[in-house]
Nanobody, 118 residues
Framework: QAQLVESGGGLVQPGGSLRLSCVAS????????MGWYRQAPGKQRELVAF???????VYADSVKGRSTLSRDFAKNTMSLQMNSLKSEDTAVYYC????????????WGQGTQVTVSS
């Protein structure tokens, strides 16, 4: 079974909002660095945002100011709230978890499609 399960993708109009969720174990959620990457067709995968076990959050410039990354331990979920969506946000979004100590441990979700279009 997958260790990271993503949901929340879909079709959204420009200017709209979307909330992506990634379900993980409590251990991963609390101890690992977790984040979201995205990949558009013909482009390389890029970092969107990540949060460390110490709750340090970093956002890519392209989403800074209109995105919020958070963790909900009651639901074992990391979520990315994205507002003011643009066509440039269209991509497959992947949840990622990485052990900051055992750095070879790098877990990926299956991806969820986000399409921003009229």
């Amino acid at each position: 079974q997958a260790q990271l399960v993503e949901s929340g993708g879909g079709l959204v109009q420009p200017g709209g909002s979307l909330r992506l969720s990634c379900v993980a174990s409590k251990s991963i959620l609390s101890r690992y660095t977790m984040g979201w990457y995205r990949q558009a067709p013909g482009k390389q995968r890029e970092l969107v945002a990540f949060i460390t076990s110490g709750s340090v959050t970093v956002y890519a410039d392209s989403v800074k100011g209109r995105s919020t990354l958070s963790r909900d331990f009651a639901k074992n979920t990391m979520s990315l709230q994205m507002n003011s969506l643009k066509s440039e946000d269209t991509a497959v979004y992947y949840c990622n978890a990485r052990d900051p100590i055992e750095r070879d441990v790098d877990i990926w979700g299956q991806g969820t499609q986000v399409t921003v279009s009229s």
